[in-house]
């Protein structure tokens, strides 16, 4: 478990799949992704970050704010994407739900996860991929610090078409 001043990063738990399916439906938190998600789809994608957990020690965190307990989204380490150019590399991300966004929890929640990430992790670097409309999320990677690596920007070959251009960004070790 990650500790910061208002959020938890931990394991993901069976209650966290109702508020992550939420997530998942809502086509704004979709907008940069892909459409929305069904029921089987969600848990699967929960199901593979207990996957990463478990085979690699780190995933995407399910994110807790301290004060009330309430999951807000996710954020942490995984292994990068097969057939992208940060495969073999440990990519970090994050999601939100709506009403949580502008509220500074996913770049604390970043912040923390770099900083697990290199007291725990022998990596020269820690990545990170975006589709290129999304001026929030690369606005956050820059913020903390990431540069842009203008000659690994891909088309991703799981997204779909008009979400297929994604930028990548590289974080060097401190």
């Known amino acids: 478990m990650i500790e ?44 593979r970050q207990i996957g990463f957990l478990d085979s690699h020690g780190h995933c995407f965190w399910a994110i807790e704010r301290r004060e009330d307990g309430r999951f807000l989204g996710f954020c942490g380490l995984k292994p990068g994407a097969a057939g992208t150019p940060i495969d073999g590399e440990v990519e970090i991300g994050w999601r939100l739900a709506v009403e949580h966004w502008g509220q500074g929890y996913a770049g604390e929640a ?5 900083a697990w990430g290199w007291r725990r992790l022998d990596v020269p670097s820690i990545a990170a991929i975006t589709v290129e409309a999304n001026a929030r999320s690369w606005g956050l990677m820059e913020r903390l610090g990431m540069q842009r690596a203008l000659d690994a920007d891909f088309d991703h070959p799981a997204a779909i078409p008009e979400l297929r251009r994604h930028r990548t960004y590289r974080i060097a070790r401190p």
Do not use: K, N, Y
């Open 4 to 47: 910061t001043e208002r959020l938890l990063l931990r394991g993901w738990a069976d209650a966290d799949r109702e508020p992550f399916h939420a997530m998942c439906t809502d086509p704004r938190v979709m907008a940069f992704i892909g459409p929305v998600q069904s029921r089987a789809e969600s848990d699967a994608g929960v199901d």
């Open 110 to 114: 970043a912040e923390a996860s770099l």
